[in-house]
């Protein structure tokens, strides 16, 4: 997740993305990841990815609704 925020800070949405997945295969209960996610895929114009990773997102923290939808009007 580190590597993925440093690649976002330096714009580099791509490589943040891989990184982000990546922490996503070891850290699926992290709602974190799923929110870096969301943030880069709308950054990229993914708006199906970025929905689906709401989805898991939501599915580890029902109680971020309300920040999973600002993300996905951005």
């Known amino acids: ?3 993925g ?3 976002y800070l ?4 791509p490589q943040a993305q891989i ?3 990546k922490a ?3 850290y699926s209960e992290d709602s974190g990841v799923w929110m ?3 943030r880069v895929s709308v950054r990229l ?3 199906l990815k970025a929905k689906e990773y709401a989805d898991k997102a939501l ?3 029902s109680s971020l609704k309300s920040q999973v939808e600002t993300l996905l009007k951005m």
């Open 45 to 47: 114009g993914d708006s």
């Open 36 to 38: 870096n996610l969301i």
């Open 24 to 26: 996503a295969q070891r």
């Open 19 to 21: 990184q982000y997945e």
């Open 10 to 13: 330096q714009e580099q949405y």
């Open 5 to 7: 925020n440093l690649a």
């Open 59 to 61: 599915s580890v923290d």
């Open 1 to 3: 997740n580190n590597l």
